[in-house]
């Protein structure tokens, strides 16, 4: 099957992410772009408006594609554990089984650096082989989906690309971003791979472009064939706060995962719990 022949679902495609990409993706495949909120279609494109969590708009969302981008999701340092079981774990896995009935042949995961984010940023010289660490409830819930992924790949369902993105800002806002920032034409390059090489069956890579002292080396994806064509040296934002001018209790500076690191996590008992 050639590229331009298959069809493309991209879940939360009216997302930032989402819109940034549509035009790099529409080049190679056909789009099926869905949302919560109705999409305006350009030529050749398909939209859905739904929720995921509705596991029969989940099936029908899957039901003729090829392969699967699935952005959406909710995130936020101080998004809850409960605001995320419905579109960040049930969701996911709804899309994965019905991936599965309907013979999808690769899934692409948009996960996050945030499954490292409690790392201390100087704690090693890269991270990408690290057990995860996650820095807040949204990260843990990207563990969650990397671990599902794996188990429907290894069990003849789509092949999994994972890829932990790092920022994804038109530019580079601080010294922290710099280390992990990726360009939106290297992460349509890693989408690409994920969805074409041979070799993907379950692969975790990192949407990262190059950078002065990445956090990432992303040795598979260079294996894999990933080029970044852009760094992040050359996106620095007019504003851009370097390491000393960031607050050091609120942005996380010396943490992988910055303001989620800091911020603390809302008790899921539902109470301040009390300590002996």
């Excluded at 930032?16 to 350009?42: F, K, M, Q, S, W």
């Excluded at 996911?92 to 999808?104: D, K, N």
Aim: with cysteine; proline share 6%; net charge negative.
């Amino acid at each position: 099957m050639s590229h331009a022949t298959k069809l493309l679902l991209v879940t939360g495609a009216a997302g930032l992410v989402g819109t940034a990409l549509r035009p790099l993706l529409g080049e190679h495949y056909r789009l099926r772009l869905l949302d919560r909120h109705a999409i305006a279609a350009a030529p050749g494109e398909e939209v859905m408006a739904g929720d995921l969590c509705d596991p029969v708009f989940a099936e029908r969302a899957v039901a003729g594609v090829d392969a699967v981008l699935h952005l959406a999701c909710v995130h936020g340092p101080a998004a809850s554990f409960d605001s995320m079981l419905g579109p960040n774990y049930r969701a996911t896995l709804q899309l994965l089984e019905a991936s599965r009935c309907h013979g999808v042949q690769r899934f692409v995961f948009a996960s996050s650096h945030h499954v490292l984010g409690q790392y201390r940023a100087d704690a090693a010289e890269v991270f990408d082989d690290l057990p995860p660490a996650p820095d807040s409830y949204y990260g843990m819930s990207k563990v969650f989906g990397e671990a599902a992924c794996a188990s429907y790949a290894l069990r003849g369902g789509p092949a999994a690309f994972v890829i932990r993105i790092g920022n994804a800002d038109a530019q580079v806002s601080d010294a922290r971003r710099l280390r992990i920032w990726v360009s939106t034409r290297d992460l349509a390059q890693l989408i690409r791979i994920g969805l074409d090489h041979p070799d993907v069956v379950n692969e975790i890579v990192y949407g990262v472009s190059d950078s002065p002292r990445p956090l990432f080396a992303n040795k598979r994806a260079r294996q894999l064939g990933y080029r970044p064509q852009d760094d992040a040296a050359s996106f620095v934002a007019h504003a851009f706060l370097d390491h000393d001018a960031m607050d050091p209790l609120t942005s996380g500076r010396d943490h992988v995962g910055g303001a989620y690191a800091a911020a603390p996590l809302v008790s899921v008992l539902g109470v301040s719990p009390t300590r002996p």
